[in-house]
């Protein structure tokens, strides 16, 4: 079985976070593997290990995005795909689903696997349009992944609880952080990384005009959002509980 | 004038936020249902400001899942071809947009909080600390998902035209079947609704000391129990209960993070609470820096303590 699973490079929760001049987010600090796409690495794996197959990580970006590559690829699986071009700079879901879809569809693959929505831009919509390119169905919000014979059987987070889809391969799948406890690399993985196929694509290799990627919308104007001020911080002595408590009783909701 | 459509989610009070905001933008106003109770939900669509509502009560919609609510929406909208399209997230529509926007190679902006305009919308970045308004370019119609409670449902006391969807979904796709549902049931009042809200994150150690939680909120008397996401993927507690940015958003008297860092995610789902309260072990997490009253301690000592101390107030 071919799985292929998307993952992301983004900034480091340890940077804070900033915008360019031009309204893009500033990648020029520490950049790693989106820590949500750990657990559809961890799928992947876990898939491919059952009932065998490769797992290979696409990704879009900058050089920097490398980064995620080689981490996904120190925990294990076959190989990756980088598609690194300078028209892709500031590219929007909509780009990035076509660039995704197009570089997974000129490989064979049975089995898609996303994180929910990325941890820096949280738009969440770029998994169905690579599903929607692809032209394959898809289940969201997996909090549980099993395949059998073909058959895709899927926990699926609901607004009340979960339900259960059944679907065909070949599909995709966005899974929560429910679905699997990532791996850490060892260092044998991290040695092995280096040697595994790392393939870079330029949009030209996928077919894909510049103009095909062209933003469909533009930052009109960013400004601060009104500040909550700090009140007071406390250190608890034995008496949190009954400061806390003061507080309810101040604001009248006991 | 631009014509506005609103996706709504059979039994989704948020399709009529959002109509109310439509109704602002233009007079040319329509809603889309679709699945069992879509007739029913013609109704209120009406009550709210839509002109029309486009119906189709087969069960399709709920057997199977976006794929046909996105064909059916493709083949209106490049029907009808309005300019703008909301949808409230949640995710089945948030699937919906994802395969909308790639069909039609339209736009689309994710987690906006405002519309002002029908080529424009506003987001918050940085966990509510930016806001940014995007202008929408490219072919109709722009698709906006809107974070529920972004607006306040008001009736503008019409009645919808009801038109029913002819239907043609493929078989291709029908592919993904939904064959069990499973629902967990919260007590107490909605998380939306309640005076105060006790949310609860990672710091709580484990699942079962939500049971700590669900005790302060019973003594408090109209608060209900929330948590951040980082508990809700674990699967410590159901999905209903998330508080944030692809949860809930919460406006309640006071707010009390318990074990919750307070990463951007969930700060924009409680950040505009009148007051916070945060119980927290590690003095420097983020949470602090909004807090009315933060306490640097262990929850799992200090809750027991305030359960009672509440009780006893109360009962004072």
């Given at each position: 079985?071919?799985?292929?699973?998307?993952?992301?490079?983004?900034?480091?929760?340890?940077?804070?976070?900033?915008?360019?001049?031009?309204?893009?987010?500033?990648?020029?600090?520490?950049?790693?593997?989106?820590?949500?796409d750990?657990?559809?690495?961890?799928?992947?794996?876990?898939?491919?290990?059952?009932?065998?197959?490769?797992?290979?990580?696409?990704?879009m970006?900058?050089?920097?995005?490398?980064?995620?590559?080689?981490?996904?690829?120190?925990?294990?699986?076959?190989?990756?795909?980088?598609?690194?071009?300078?028209s892709?700079?500031?590219?929007?879901?909509?780009?990035?689903?076509?660039?995704?879809?197009?570089?997974?569809?000129?490989?064979?693959?049975?089995?898609?696997?996303?994180?929910?929505?990325?941890?820096?831009?949280?738009?969440?919509?770029?998994?169905?349009?690579?599903?929607?390119?692809?032209?394959?169905?898809?289940?969201?919000?997996?909090?549980?992944?099993?395949?059998?014979?073909?058959?895709?059987?899927?926990?699926?987070?609901?607004?009340?609880?979960?339900?259960?889809?059944?679907?065909?391969?070949?599909?995709?799948?966005?899974?929560?952080?429910?679905?699997?406890?990532?791996?850490?690399?060892?260092?044998?993985?991290?040695?092995?990384?280096?040697?595994?196929?790392?393939?870079?694509?330029?949009?030209?290799?996928?077919?894909?005009?510049?103009?095909?990627?062209?933003?469909?919308?533009?930052?009109?104007?960013?400004?601060?959002?009104?500040?909550?001020?700090?009140?007071?911080?406390?250190?608890?002595?034995?008496?949190?509980?009954?400061?806390?408590?003061?507080?309810?009783?101040?604001?009248?909701?006991? | 004038?631009?014509?506005?459509?609103?996706?709504?989610?059979?039994?989704?009070?948020?399709?009529?936020?959002?109509?109310?905001?439509?109704?602002?933008?233009?007079?040319?106003?329509?809603?889309?249902?679709?699945g069992?109770?879509?007739?029913?939900?013609a109704?209120?669509?009406?009550?709210?400001?839509?002109?029309?509502?486009?119906?189709?009560?087969?069960?399709?919609?709920?057997?199977?899942?976006?794929?046909?609510?996105?064909?059916?929406?493709?083949?209106?909208?490049?029907e009808?071809?309005?300019?703008?399209?909301?949808?409230?997230?949640?995710?089945?529509?948030?699937?919906?947009?994802?395969?909308?926007?790639?069909?039609?190679?339209?736009?689309?902006?994710?987690?906006?909080?405002?519309?002002?305009?029908p080529?424009?919308?506003?987001?918050?970045?940085?966990?509510?600390?930016?806001?940014v308004?995007?202008?929408?370019?490219?072919?109709?119609?722009?698709?906006?998902?809107?974070?529920?409670?972004?607006?306040?449902?008001?009736?503008?006391?019409?009645?919808?035209?009801?038109?029913?969807?002819?239907?043609?979904?493929?078989?291709?796709?029908?592919?993904?079947?939904?064959?069990?549902?499973?629902?967990?049931?919260?007590?107490?009042?909605?998380?939306?609704?309640?005076?105060?809200?006790?949310?609860?994150?990672?710091?709580?150690?484990?699942?079962?000391?939500?049971?700590?939680l669900?005790?302060?909120?019973?003594?408090?008397?109209?608060?209900?129990?929330?948590?951040?996401?980082?508990?809700?993927?674990?699967?410590?507690?159901?999905?209903?209960?998330?508080?944030?940015?692809?949860?809930?958003?919460?406006?309640?008297?006071?707010?009390?993070?318990?074990?919750?860092?307070?990463?951007?995610?969930?700060?924009?789902?409680?950040?505009?609470?009148?007051?916070?309260?945060?119980?927290?072990?590690?003095?420097?997490?983020?949470?602090?820096?909004m807090?009315?009253?933060?306490?640097v301690?262990?929850?799992?000592?200090?809750?027991?303590?305030?359960?009672?101390?509440?009780?006893?107030?109360?009962?004072a």
């Open positions: 079985m071919e799985i292929v699973v998307l993952v992301k490079a983004v900034p480091s929760a340890n940077e804070t976070p900033a915008l360019t001049d031009d309204h893009r987010l500033r990648r020029d600090g520490e950049i790693v593997l989106d820590p949500g750990e657990y559809g690495v961890e799928v992947g794996l876990q898939v491919a290990d059952a009932g065998g197959g490769t797992v290979t990580y696409v990704t970006g900058p050089d920097s995005a490398n980064a995620a590559l080689r981490k996904a690829l120190a925990m294990g699986g076959d190989g990756s795909v980088h598609v690194s071009d300078p892709l700079a500031g590219a929007d879901a909509l780009a990035t689903a076509r660039v995704l879809s197009a570089a997974i569809g000129r490989r064979g693959f049975d089995l898609v696997i996303a994180g929910v929505e990325s941890t820096d831009g949280s738009t969440g919509t770029v998994p169905m349009s690579v599903a929607e390119f692809l032209e394959v169905p898809s289940v969201s919000f997996a909090r549980k992944v099993e395949v059998t014979d073909g058959l895709l059987r899927v926990e699926r987070q609901t607004a009340a609880g979960y339900d259960v889809i059944e679907c065909e391969l070949p599909a995709l799948v966005t899974v929560t952080t429910a679905a699997a406890e990532p791996r850490y690399p060892t260092l044998k993985g991290i040695m092995q990384a280096k040697q595994k196929p790392l393939e870079v694509l330029s949009l030209a290799d996928l077919g894909i005009a510049a103009g095909d990627v062209a933003a469909t919308q533009h930052v009109d104007a960013v400004a601060a959002a009104p500040e909550r001020a700090a009140g007071e911080v406390i250190v608890d002595q034995g008496d949190g509980a009954t400061r806390i408590a003061e507080f309810l009783e101040q604001a009248k909701v006991i | 004038m631009a014509a506005v459509w609103v996706y709504a989610e059979a039994g989704d009070g948020a399709a009529l936020e959002l109509l109310t905001k439509a109704r602002s933008l233009s007079d040319d106003v329509a809603a889309v249902a679709l069992p109770g879509a007739a029913e939900a109704g209120p669509l009406g009550e709210f400001g839509a002109k029309k509502v486009y119906v189709s009560e087969d069960a399709v919609f709920a057997d199977h899942l976006e794929q046909p609510a996105a064909h059916v929406l493709r083949m209106l909208v490049e009808h071809r309005p300019d703008l399209l909301l949808l409230s997230t949640s995710y089945h529509a948030r699937d919906v947009a994802g395969r909308l926007q790639a069909a039609l190679g339209a736009t689309l902006v994710s987690n906006a909080s405002d519309v002002p305009a080529d424009r919308a506003v987001t918050q970045i940085f966990g509510g600390t930016r806001v308004t995007v202008a929408l370019e490219g072919p109709a119609p722009r698709i906006v998902l809107v974070r529920p409670k972004s607006f306040e449902a008001q009736p503008s006391g019409g009645t919808a035209e009801v038109v029913d969807v002819p239907l043609d979904v493929p078989t291709q796709l029908r592919k993904a079947r939904r064959v069990e549902r499973h629902e967990e049931q919260a007590s107490g009042p909605k998380l939306e609704e309640a005076r105060v809200v006790v949310s609860g994150g990672r710091g709580l150690q484990e699942a079962k000391n939500f049971d700590l669900q005790q302060l909120a019973e003594a408090i008397g109209n608060a209900a129990v929330g948590a951040s996401r980082a508990v809700v993927d674990a699967g410590w507690v159901p999905y209903a209960m998330q508080v944030g940015q692809t949860g809930k958003s919460v406006r309640p008297d006071v707010y009390v993070a318990v074990g919750i860092s307070g990463a951007s995610q969930h700060r924009v789902g409680m950040k505009d609470s009148k007051a916070i309260v945060a119980i927290n072990k590690d003095a420097d997490a983020p949470i602090f820096a807090a009315d009253l933060g306490v301690g262990d929850a799992l000592a200090i809750l027991p303590k305030l359960v009672e101390e509440v009780a006893r107030r109360r009962s």
